[in-house]
Nanobody, 124 residues
């Protein structure tokens, strides 16, 4: 059973950095592709970044390219999202998700499990 728990959110000024972590307490992450999504108030959930089962392949939304880095440590059952040069428009609840597949997944309906979300607030 996959149980995802995010941490690392918070408040930061524009230009700052945060690192989100997502731990699977079920200890099964190595069998899943992983992704990060976000949802701002009044907006639909949107894709941010994805990583395949081994960590060898990553994919980013245009809004995240060059600023965010997704990575994973399968030995620790943890996926990370390093966010640098944060902007006001990055403010959202960030969700990690696990997909029962080995390759990259970028659509929300491809994911089978979701964390509870972690708030990121960027002040301008």
């Amino acid at each position: 059973q996959v149980q995802l728990v995010e941490s690392g959110g918070g408040s930061v000024q524009a230009g700052g950095s945060l690192r989100l972590s997502c731990v699977d307490s079920g200890r099964t992450l190595s069998s899943y592709a992983m992704g990060w999504f976000r949802q701002a108030p009044g907006k639909e959930r949107e894709f941010v970044a994805a990583i395949n089962w081994s960590g060898g392949i990553t994919y980013y939304a245009d809004s995240a390219k060059g600023r965010f880095t997704i990575s994973r440590d399968n030995a620790k059952n943890t996926v990370y999202l390093q966010m640098n040069s944060l902007k006001f428009e990055d403010t959202a609840v960030y969700y990690c998700a696990a997909a029962r597949r080995l390759g990259i997944a970028t659509l929300a309906h491809e994911y089978n499990y979701w964390g509870q979300g972690s708030q990121v607030t960027v002040s301008s």
